[in-house]
């Protein structure tokens, strides 16, 4: 293989395919949608039964419109975390298609991370934004101070990229393995209950509490959602949060990038 550019021009054709991709499959959207929103309404509804009699602040210092605030935003950034990278990678390394994108003088994951931008970006905006119009007319929810949608913004790019990060390394299970489904599925569930998706983290039991607390996956939902609703401590809080999502973002894409080398180094295609 040839040493990979890293110049941004040479994955943008990527993401033009993954945008015209995209287009073909528009009901996926809808499914999408009606999948989210029933999720989301089972979890928000439980939830606002829990805090109903209360007339402060419940366990974990939730509200009943900070609760739903944070379940409702954290089922829309699963929406735009859901960006197939893991189902697409193993697939190709199934067929051998691999074969292809790797005789050309490009990096696989930013490849990877190109066609990926535009199943975020409509994902976050054809899903994720009528999910939280929806509910906002349908129930009370928290206004966010604008410095926290501030710190918000960057919080959830991060998470983003923490995603793509986790995504690609379970696809990447199918270098080792000839069906990454159950990989799939127990990732899934892993990182719903971790990053606070089902249950928001402040309410775990505390052993639990702890390891949720420095696993990457709160970054993907509890990180964020903890400065649009304002429950840091200041300035040092703030920073701890975006903080951890650094260090694990920085962190992941090292690990992608060599476990990736390892697993080209004992690939092997056949075909004819």
């Not at 949060?241 to 920085?250: E, I, K, P, S, T």
């Given at each position: ?197 089902m249950v928001p983290l402040a309410l775990l039991p505390g052993p639990l509490h702890a390891l949720a607390m420095v696993l990457p996956f709160r970054a993907m939902a509890d990180g964020p959602l903890t400065l649009l609703l304002g ?42």
């Open positions: 293989m040839r040493r990979p550019v890293l110049r941004p021009g040479g994955y943008l054709p990527f993401a033009t395919s993954g945008l015209q991709s995209l287009l073909q499959y528009r009901s996926t959207f809808l499914i999408t949608g009606i999948t989210a929103a029933a999720g989301a309404a089972v979890t928000v509804f439980l939830w606002r039964a829990v805090y109903a009699d209360g007339s402060g602040p419940g366990p974990g210092g939730f509200t009943p419109a900070s609760i739903t605030t944070y379940l409702v935003v954290a089922q829309v950034l699963a929406v735009v975390h859901t960006n197939r990278v893991d189902d697409e990678v193993a697939a190709e390394v199934y067929r051998g298609d691999i074969a292809v994108t790797l005789v050309r003088p490009l990096s696989y994951p930013l490849v990877r991370f190109a066609a990926c931008l535009p199943v975020i970006g409509a994902n976050a905006v054809l899903v994720g934004v009528p999910l939280l119009v929806l509910f906002a007319a349908l129930v009370p929810l928290t206004a966010p101070r604008p410095v926290d949608v501030l710190l918000f913004l960057p919080s959830a790019a991060l998470s983003v990229l923490i995603a793509f990060c986790v995504n690609l390394l379970t696809g990447m299970a199918g270098f080792v393995t000839t069906n990454t489904w159950g990989v799939r599925m127990a990732k899934q569930g892993v990182v719903a209950f971790f990053a606070g998706q429950r840091y401590e200041g300035a040092a809080g703030a920073a701890a949060v975006l903080g951890h999502q650094l260090a694990w973002g920085a962190g992941l894409v090292l690990l992608c990038a060599a476990l990736w080398r390892a697993a080209v180094s004992r690939l092997e295609v056949l075909g004819g």
